[in-house]
C-alpha cells in the first residue's frame, strides 16, 4: 500500500507543470530519433558506396570478359602461327626434342667448343655460348 | 405480441418454406462473418444498452479502448514495416547497374578451359527526335564523334516522328564519344552480344547463335539448352575441343589443302577409347557448311578396312589367308581390276597394303550381303553419325546388295559417307571392336555405355597391325611420325561428275590411328583427313592427305601425352628397323 503511494507521488511530481516521467519520455523518444537519423544517414552513405562497389566490380567484370576475349583473339592458332612463320619459326623434328628424363643425358655430352670464346673474349660473353654449342651435339646424339 | 401489434411487425414463416428464410440476414452467412455482424451489432448498441443500464461512462471508455486499438495496429503495422525495410533492405539495388538485356548463355570454353565463345556487353544508340534541340547540328556531332554509323539510319531517326534505334553494337568507348556531345533526346540501352573470338578458328563447329540468345548452328545450337542452363549457373561450358589440336589440325589442313589445290577439305581428331571430338575442322573456313558433319563422299579404299576386318571377324580371312589376284575378277560383266596391278596370289597383308581392289571385291562376295550388311550396320555407315551436332548428315546407302554391289562397297564405291561417320567407324575398328559415338561434350557421349560389340577385340588388334605395316611398307608411308606409330589406310575415290566417275575430281583420305602398338584400352588417337578435288598429281590419299597426317600428329602428340618409342618397324627417331628384325615372321 505504502509502496503504491510512494510510486502514485514519484508519478506525479511535476517539474513546471510537467510531468517529470513525460520529459524523460521525450528526452528518450528524442534521442532516439536523433540516433535512428544518424544511423539511417550512416546506412545509406554506406549502402550508396556499396552501390558504387557493385556497379564498379560489375564494369571491372565486363572488362574482364572483354580482356578475356581479347587475349583470345589474339591467341587465336592461326595468328600464332602466321606469327611464328614469319619469325621463322617452326614445328621441332623429333631429333630434337627430349623429354625430362633424358636431361642429365645431354647435359653429360662434352663440350668441345667451350673454351674457344673464353680465350678470345675475355669477360662476359662465354656465359652464352657454351648454352648455345652444347644444345645442338646433345640434340643430334638423340 | 399481442392483438394490437401492427400486422406488418408479424411475421411467421408459412408452412414448407426452410427454416432459414425466416431467420435474420445473419444467420445465412458464415460463422465467421456472423460473429464480426454481432460484434459491430454490439459496439453500436453498446451506447444504448450503457444508458438502459445507467452507466454512460463506460460507453465512451469503450469507443476509446477502441479506437486506441485500432490505432494502435496500424502504427504497429507502420513500425514493422518502417524496421524491416530498414534493416533488411537490399542496399545495393540503387547503385546497381542490371543489364536487362543480358544474354543467359554460358561461356564456351574447350576442354581446358581456353574461350571459344562469350557475350560482350555493347550499346544500342536510339534517338528520340522530339527532344533534340538541333537535328541537323546533332547529326554531324554525332557522325563526328562515331563516323561508322550509317547516315541513311541516323538521319531517319533524326527526322523521324518517334523513338527510333539509330545502331546497336556500340563499344562503350563510342558510347563515350557520343554521350560526352551532351545532346539531349540521345539514349543508350545496354546489350549483350555473343563474340566468337576466334574469328575463323572452329566456327564451322562452334557454329553461332541469334541476337536473341538462341543457338542457330553448330555447338551453339546442340547444345543450346545446357548452355543457357549453364549461363544462369554462372558456370562456363566445356566442349571435348582441345584448341591446341584444333589449331594445329586447322593450320596443317590449310597448309596442305592450298598445297595441293583442294577445293575443300576436312579433318577430324578424336579419342577412340572415349569418343570425344579433339578437333574437326572444315576448309575453306570461308563457308559456313561443316563438311566434317553435313557433306558425304565416296571414300575409296579406305572402306577395304572394315571389309577385311568382315572377313577376319568372321573368320573368312586370317593373317595367313591366300587370294588370287594374278587377272581381273569378273563379277557377271564386269570385271574388277586391281589399280596397283600384281597379277599374283596375294596374302591378306598384300592384298591390304596393295589396296587390292580384286581382293577385297571376292572377300565381300564370299561373305555375301547379309554379312556384309550386318558388319556396315555395325560400324554405323548405314546411319546418320550419332553425334550431338544436328548438321549431321544422313549418308547415300546402296539400294540393293547384289555381288556387283558387294564389289564396289569392298573397296568403298557405291557408298557415300559423311566423315564423321567414318572417323566413328575407325574408332570402333581401333579401341577394342565397340562403336563409341563421337561427342563434342567434354568426357564423351552421355550414357554411352561400353558401346555395342562391333568386331572382337582380336580383330581389331589384327587391324591394328595392318594398318601400321600399311604406313610402314604400304600406301600410307607419308604419314607415318618418327616413334608415334602411326598406322592407317589410304583412300582415293573419283567422284561422280555428269553421270559418270572423273579421274580429274578425285577425293583422297587418309584415316589414322595412333600409336598402334599396345593393348586394347591403350590411348588412342584417329586422325582422319580428307582432300576433295585436289589439283597434284597424284590424286591419291597416300600423297594428299597423308603427310598432313604425319605432320598432325608430330605436333599434338605432346599435347595428348603420347610419347616417342621404338616399336617393330622403326626406332624412337623414325629411322627403319631392317626387315630381317621383323620379330612377327609375315611369312612373306
Do not use: C
Not at chain 2, 214 to 226: P, Q, R, Y
Amino acid at each position: 500500500m505504502t509502496a503504491g503511494l510512494v510510486f502514485k507521488r514519484l508519478f506525479d511530481w511535476k517539474i513546471r507543470g510537467v510531468r517529470w516521467v513525460e520529459i524523460i519520455g521525450g528526452l528518450l523518444v528524442a534521442v532516439m530519433v536523433l540516433s535512428v537519423y544518424i544511423a539511417k544517414a550512416a546506412a545509406a552513405r554506406e549502402g550508396s558506396q556499396i552501390g558504387e562497389l557493385e556497379s564498379q566490380i560489375a564494369e571491372n567484370r565486363q572488362r574482364v570478359r572483354l580482356l578475356n576475349a581479347e587475349i583470345s583473339r589474339l591467341e587465336q592458332p592461326a595468328r600464332l602461327e602466321a606469327l611464328s612463320r614469319a619469325a621463322g619459326l617452326g614445328p621441332v623434328t623429333a631429333r630434337r626434342q627430349a623429354t625430362e628424363a633424358q636431361l642429365p643425358a645431354l647435359q653429360a655430352m662434352p663440350q668441345p667448343a667451350a673454351p674457344v670464346p673464353a680465350a678470345s673474349v675475355p669477360a662476359a660473353a662465354p656465359a652464352a655460348a657454351p648454352v648455345d654449342d652444347a644444345a645442338k651435339p646433345a640434340g643430334e646424339a638423340l | 405480441m399481442s392483438v394490437q401489434d401492427q400486422r406488418a411487425h408479424f411475421h411467421r414463416p408459412a408452412p414448407g418454406i426452410p427454416a432459414s428464410q425466416g431467420r435474420p440476414f445473419g444467420a445465412t452467412l458464415s460463422p465467421w462473418l456472423r460473429l464480426f455482424a454481432g460484434g459491430v451489432w454490439w459496439i453500436e448498441h453498446a451506447f444504448e444498452r450503457a444508458r438502459a443500464d445507467g452507466r454512460p461512462e463506460e460507453d465512451t471508455r469503450v469507443r476509446i479502448f477502441l479506437v486506441m486499438v485500432v490505432f494502435s495496429v496500424v502504427f504497429s503495422g507502420l513500425a514493422i514495416g518502417a524496421i524491416h525495410s530498414a534493416l533488411f533492405a537490399d542496399r545495393g539495388a540503387a547503385g546497381r547497374s542490371a543489364n536487362p538485356n543480358a544474354l543467359e548463355r554460358a561461356d564456351l570454353v574447350d576442354r581446358n578451359g581456353a574461350l571459344l565463345a562469350t557475350n560482350i556487353g555493347y550499346y544500342s544508340l536510339y534517338i528520340h527526335p522530339a527532344e533534340v534541340w538541333d537535328r541537323r547540328q546533332a547529326m554531324v556531332d554525332i557522325r563526328r564523334a562515331v563516323p561508322r554509323l550509317s547516315a541513311n539510319r541516323l538521319r531517319t531517326a533524326m527526322f523521324g516522328d518517334r523513338r527510333a534505334l539509330v545502331a546497336q553494337g556500340l563499344t562503350p568507348n563510342e558510347r563515350r564519344a557520343i554521350h560526352d556531345l551532351a545532346l539531349g533526346g540521345v539514349e543508350f540501352e545496354a546489350e549483350d552480344l555473343r563474340a566468337y573470338p576466334l574469328g575463323t578458328s572452329a566456327r564451322h563447329l562452334i557454329g553461332a547463335s541469334d541476337t536473341g540468345g538462341i543457338g542457330t548452328s553448330g555447338v551453339e545450337l546442340a547444345f543450346n539448352d545446357e548452355i543457357r542452363a549453364a549461363g544462369a549457373a554462372g558456370r562456363d561450358f566445356p566442349i571435348s575441343i582441345d584448341l591446341r589440336v584444333q589449331g594445329v589440325l586447322e593450320n596443317e589442313l590449310a597448309a596442305a589443302a592450298i598445297a595441293n589445290g583442294s577445293k575443300g577439305a576436312v579433318g577430324i581428331v578424336t579419342n577412340v577409347l572415349t569418343g570425344e571430338v579433339l578437333g574437326m575442322a572444315s576448309y575453306p573456313a570461308t563457308t559456313t557448311k561443316n563438311q566434317a558433319v553435313s557433306a558425304v563422299y565416296e571414300m575409296g579404299s579406305v572402306f577395304k578396312t572394315f571389309t577385311i576386318a568382315a572377313a577376319v571377324d568372321t573368320g573368312r580371312a586370317d593373317m595367313n589367308t591366300m587370294i588370287d589376284a594374278s587377272e581381273a575378277f569378273m563379277v557377271g560383266k564386269r570385271a574388277i581390276k586391281d589399280f596397283h596391278a600384281t597379277n599374283r596370289v596375294l596374302s591378306l597383308e598384300e592384298v591390304y597394303l596393295h589396296s587390292s581392289n580384286i581382293g577385297t571385291s571376292r572377300l565381300a562376295i564370299g561373305m555375301g550381303g547379309n554379312t556384309m550388311r550386318d558388319y556396315f550396320t555395325r560400324f554405323g555407315l548405314l546411319a546418320a553419325a550419332p553425334i550431338e551436332l544436328k548438321e549431321s548428315a544422313r549418308p547415300i546407302r546402296p539400294r540393293e546388295w547384289s555381288d556387283t554391289t558387294l564389289a564396289s562397297l569392298s573397296f568403298g564405291y557405291g557408298i557415300s559417307i559423311t566423315p564423321a561417320q567414318m572417323s566413328a567407324a575407325m574408332g570402333a575398328l581401333t579401341n577394342g571392336g565397340r562403336y563409341i559415338p563421337l561427342s563434342l561434350r567434354k568426357g564423351g557421349a552421355l550414357n554411352r555405355g561400353e558401346g555395342r560389340r562391333v568386331v572382337s577385340e582380336q580383330t581389331s588388334q589384327t587391324m591394328l597391325e595392318l594398318m601400321r605395316r600399311n604406313v610402314v611398307r604400304g600406301s600410307g608411308s607419308h604419314a607415318d611420325a618418327a616413334g608415334l606409330r602411326v598406322g592407317g589406310k589410304t583412300g582415293s575415290a573419283n567422284k561422280l561428275v555428269n553421270g559418270r566417275y572423273d579421274a580429274s575430281h578425285a577425293v583422297g583420305t587418309f584415316a589414322a590411328v595412333f600409336p598402334a602398338d599396345g593393348p586394347v584400352g591403350t590411348q588412342r588417337y584417329s586422325i582422319l583427313i580428307l582432300m576433295d578435288e585436289p589439283q597434284t598429281w597424284p590424286r591419291t590419299g597416300g600423297f594428299v592427305a597423308a603427310p598432313a597426317v604425319g605432320n598432325i600428329a608430330n605436333r599434338i602428340a605432346p599435347f595428348l601425352g603420347v610419347e616417342r618409342r621404338a616399336d617393330a618397324y622403326s626406332t624412337a627417331l623414325g629411322d627403319k628397323v631392317p626387315s630381317f628384325q621383323d620379330v612377327e615372321g609375315d611369312g612373306r
